[in-house]
């Protein structure tokens, strides 16, 4: 019995000293403890909010070298979801993300610089409707740690705000008020390896 | 009782009453249903059409289902004696064809709407059919897709349908157009 607390104690310790090394990470895709939501004008009088209910990606984190630190995600764009289906249905359209010619997007990050203490801007490379676009998401690291499972974990919330004109997506149709589309991106994610 | 009780020399005034009223419907939602589709987000019609489009829709539905039982029920004229074996088959089928595709084209709207659990609300919400088969991913796509090419075929097959009935009357110059239009006897 004692050598076994003992031996989970080493396992503590060991994992606590290796999360100061540069770690690639999981998104917690199973546990869905990840989301990718945006939100648009409706006329300019409320705010729209949807989802995309499948992604997935990994990300590395160096807390001593942030210049390591990158980002790759993909979204099942067919998946985008605003709680109504015939909504749902025309922004898969052609009027809107045409999912039938563009069903994934992407998401690439180029560069990771500090701002604060726990923020950053991380610019990246987004595909959405066949267009590559550089974009910045102002990211905020939420906190990182032991999970109760055994495994370790590191979250990050990031927030963008988007034209997707800019991608070739029609949103001029639906006025003057829904130009920018906001994203919030929060990520869970598992450390690979030990 | 010419209204109700169709004969062998022409159908009831009652048959002939949902035979036309459906046709100008399936004719009138396929209008209906290609403008609203290229209306634009401000266009004052843009939410109107579709609800007058599912409630045209829900009101055909009950008057296809009234009918199938009055068809069911009353006797229905049988083939003019002059149709060959060949043309009272293709009939009865393209008439059930016809049949089949409706039911598909009211259950595919259907699920346009109530894919994600919403429930179709008609007739000025005086009338909520609840969703009773949702959770299959991108189902209001699909149902979509099959809303539109089987739009397209029925009228196919309506067209045909006419253009047989024309045949019957001004080639064969038989019954077939007449008994359809006709003023019932009494």
Known sequence: MKKRIAGVMAAVVLSTAAHVQAADYAIDKQGAHAFVQFRVQHLGYSWLYGRFNNFDGTFTFDEKDPAKNKVEVTIDVTSIDSNHAERDKHLR?????????????????????PTGEDTAELTGD?????VTKPVTIEVEHIGMGDDPWGGYRAGFEGRATIKPAEWGIGMAKLGPASEEVELFLTVEGIRKGK | MAF???????YSGFAKLLHWLTALTVVGMFALGLWMMELSYYDSWYRTAPDIHKSIGIALVMVTAL???YKFVMPQPGALPGHSPLVRVAAKVVHSVIYLLLLVMFVSGYLITTAKGDSLVVFGGYLEIP???SG?????????EVHEIVAFTLIGLAVLHALAALKHHFIDRDDTL??????SRG
């Open chain 2, 131 to 133: 969703s009773v088969f």
């Open chain 2, 67 to 69: 009918r199938l039982v």
């Open chain 2, 4 to 10: 109700w009780r169709s004969d062998d020399r022409q």
């Open chain 1, 93 to 113: 359209s052609e009027d809107f993300l045409n999912t039938a010619k563009f069903p994934k997007a992407t998401f690439v990050s180029t560069s990771y610089k």
């Open chain 1, 126 to 130: 987004l595909t959405l409707h066949g």
């Open chain 2, 136 to 144: 299959v991913d991108n189902l209001e796509d699909k149902a979509g």
């Open chain 2, 178 to 183: 007449l008994r359809m239009i006709r003023r």
